[in-house]
Nanobody, 126 residues
Framework: QVQLVESGGGSVQAGGSLGLSCAAS????????MSWFRQPPGKEREGVAT???????DYADSVKGRFTVSQDNSKNTLYLQMNSLKSEDTAMYYC????????????????????WGQGTQVTVSS
């Protein structure tokens, strides 16, 4: 079992930046595929960014060029750097993990993930 704890959420003005972290416990993240999801108020949860064991990444079209996902296996931590934030980025952000092989392609399908954090709120004001 892997427990995930997000941090770094808060309020920021449109055009600003914010960095999120997801700390994993019990097992190192080197054996997992990791992703960020978000859920705007009143809307369904959606995939934001993902990274597989080979370091390959994929992003939702709405955040490409603005968000960057990365991980530090030595710290068991997943990161999401968010730049040029927009009001539509306002959401509860969640990290998720699933055991995967090193050949697994990156996936933003929420149904693929076994472990979820409690979320951290990001609010972008205009």
């Amino acid at each position: 079992q892997v427990q995930l704890v997000e941090s770094g959420g808060g309020s920021v003005q449109a055009g600003g930046s914010l960095g999120l972290s997801c700390a994993a416990s019990d097992r190192a993240i080197s054996k997992y595929c990791m992703s960020w999801f978000r859920q705007p108020p009143g809307k369904e949860r959606e995939g934001v960014a993902t990274i597989n064991r080979r370091g390959e990444t994929d992003y939702a079209d709405s955040v490409k060029g603005r968000f960057t996902v990365s991980q530090d296996n030595s710290k068991n931590t997943l990161y999401l750097q968010m730049n040029s934030l927009k009001s539509e980025d306002t959401a509860m952000y969640y990290c998720a993990a699933v055991p995967c092989s090193e050949w697994f392609a990156p996936s933003l399908n929420s149904r693929s993930y076994w472990y979820w954090g409690q979320g951290t709120q990001v609010t972008v004001s205009s």
